[in-house]
């Protein structure tokens, strides 16, 4: 069974930075694609960005273009997610979850953990 767990959220000031890490357990992780995904409250989940088993990245969400960058170290079964120049727009729960060749979510999901970005 495979097991995502994320950390690294909190409270920051618009402009700030916060690097978000997504540690796999339970399966083959240097195998998979990974993705993060944000759920702002009263809105649909949204995907931000992906990267397959290679390091091989998928076309960020126009929102965080130039200012998020997602990356992952097979050695350490870990993706992260670098956000810079953070907006309050960007505050959300995160999610990491693992992809399909299609970049679409595969249905395996970790807890999220939220992100606030103040004005």
């Known amino acids: 069974q495979v097991q995502l767990v994320e950390s690294g959220g909190g409270l920051v000031q618009a402009g700030g930075s916060l690097r978000l890490s997504c540690a796999a357990s339970?399966?083959?992780?240097?195998?998979?694609?990974m993705g993060w995904f944000r759920q702002a409250p009263g809105k649909d989940r949204e995907f931000v960005a992906g990267?397959?088993?290679?390091?091989?990245?998928?076309p960020y969400t126009d929102s965080v273009k130039g200012r998020f960058t997602i990356s992952r170290d097979n050695d350490r079964n870990t993706v992260y997610l670098q956000m810079n120049s953070l907006k309050p727009e960007d505050t959300a729960v995160y999610y990491c979850?693992?992809?399909?060749?299609?970049?679409?979510?595969?249905?395996?999901w970790g807890q999220g953990t939220q992100v606030t970005v103040s004005s």
């Open positions: 339970g399966g083959t992780f240097s195998s998979y694609a």
């Open positions: 990267i397959t088993w290679s390091g091989g990245t998928a």
């Open positions: 979850g693992i992809l399909t060749t299609t970049w679409k979510p595969a249905g395996y």
